[in-house]
């Protein structure tokens, strides 16, 4: 059986935290930034067999994604690029 989950988070810069959280990505994980009704969206698929991995690389993408936006907004205080 194949299980597919998709996390979606609105984001003020999704073009750096999707390329932030990106980088980490296992095989079975794809991450993309659009813009839906003017929002900013950082979307990711995660794909497996079993769930147990799946709920471990959703964790984990979570931390990921918490770090890059605090990060993001610091930067963002300060006036820097991102």
């Known amino acids: 059986m ?5 996390i979606r988070t609105i984001h003020d810069f999704p073009e ?3 390329a932030s959280v990106a980088a980490d990505n296992l095989s079975e994980m ?3 930034a659009t813009i839906h009704e003017g929002t ?3 979307e990711t698929t995660i794909t497996g067999t079993r769930i147990r991995s799946i709920i471990a690389s959703m964790d984990d993408y979570l931390s990921n994604l918490t770090v ?4 993001s907004k ?3 205080d300060k006036g820097s690029e991102h």
């Open 2 to 6: 194949k299980i597919t989950g998709i």
């Open 16 to 18: 750096c935290i999707a």
């Open 30 to 32: 794809e991450t993309r």
């Open 40 to 42: 900013g969206v950082v």
């Open 68 to 71: 890059a936006e605090e990060l």
């Open 74 to 76: 610091q930067g963002s």
